[in-house]
């Protein structure tokens, strides 16, 4: 099975940027659809973006459209998430998660099976 190692976070002034990378082994990366999820303090896991196999298809939560990208280098075996107009709401533990299918309860946490520890991003105002 794979393993997902997330990295890339920080603390970041409202406005600016980050770049979050996920890290897979055990398997290899292309493999798996992966998704990115946010948690924040007292609040549920939260759906963020997520990506096909070959990087052809993402889609976006309406919350980080037009400030979020995700994308993937297969030959590194590694998921980004490109993160840009940051705002202090964007503030949480970032996740990255994948599974082996496209398609359905995209923005589920339970459709994703596999998970990483997170990395914590802070937004400051």
């Known amino acids: 099975q794979v393993q997902l190692v997330e990295s890339g976070g920080g603390l970041v002034q409202a406005g600016g940027s980050l770049r979050l990378s996920c890290a897979a082994s055990?398997?290899?990366?292309?493999?798996?659809?992966v998704g990115w999820f946010r948690q924040a303090p007292g609040k549920e896991r939260e759906f963020c973006a997520t990506?096909?196999?070959?990087?052809?298809?993402?889609k976006y939560a309406d919350a980080v459209k037009g400030r979020f990208t995700i994308s993937r280098d297969n030959t590194k075996n590694t998921v980004y998430l490109q993160m840009s107009s940051l705002k202090p709401e964007d503030t949480a533990v970032y996740y990255c998660?994948?599974?082996?299918?496209?398609?359905?309860?995209?923005?589920?946490?339970?459709?994703?099976?596999?998970w990483g520890q997170g990395t914590q991003v802070t937004v400051s105002s």
């Open positions: 055990g398997r290899a990366v292309s493999n798996y659809v």
């Open positions: 998660a994948a599974r082996t299918f496209w398609g359905g309860n995209y923005d589920g946490v339970a459709a994703y099976g596999y």
């Open positions: 990506i096909s196999w070959s990087g052809d298809n993402t």
